[in-house]
């Protein structure tokens, strides 16, 4: 099984809303992870996206991310988000993706030696969330993991 497989299955395992919500992997490249999801199965009253629906693929883009790079670094741990915030630009009125792009390498790095050292540790992470290429809403949350 793939990468972006395995990501997806894990994804609607762990998170079975995101099942629910439709969220497709979309793609892993260059240590930029994509997700996706159908404005039908996440609309509000206005036939828009609904905010609760945007701040779950945004934040899921992130968590998935950090799965990637735990996973490749041989870490097994939980991890949850401890807080976030959104900053909705514009409505979102078609099908819409989350990107999550790689953390800074030192930030990173501290993250990785902290949680080697305590077993558990902080990291913040960003992600955009883009409808037909048009930037929507911006996501920065911090999550902490902990190792199994």
Request: proline share 2%; glycine share 4%; aromatic share 8%.
């Amino acid at each position: 099984m793939d990468l972006i497989s395995q990501l997806q299955q894990k994804m609607y395992e762990d998170i079975p809303l995101s099942q629910q919500m439709g969220m497709q992997v979309v793609a892993y490249e260059h240590d930029t992870l994509t997700l996706s999801a159908s404005l039908k199965k996440n609309t509000n009253q206005l036939q828009t996206a609904f905010g609760g629906s945007i701040f779950s693929l945004a934040t899921l883009a992130c968590w998935a991310w950090l799965n990637v790079k735990l996973k490749n670094c041989k870490i097994d741990a939980r991890i949850v988000i401890q807080r976030g915030h959104m900053d909705y630009k514009q409505l979102i009125e078609h099908d819409f993706i989350a990107i999550c792009p790689p953390a800074d390498e030192a930030r990173f790095k501290r993250f990785l030696h902290i949680l080697q050292r305590k077993a558990i540790a902080r990291i913040t992470l960003h992600s955009e969330v883009r409808c037909e290429g048009i930037l929507s809403a911006k996501f920065i949350g911090e999550f902490v993991a902990e190792k199994n």
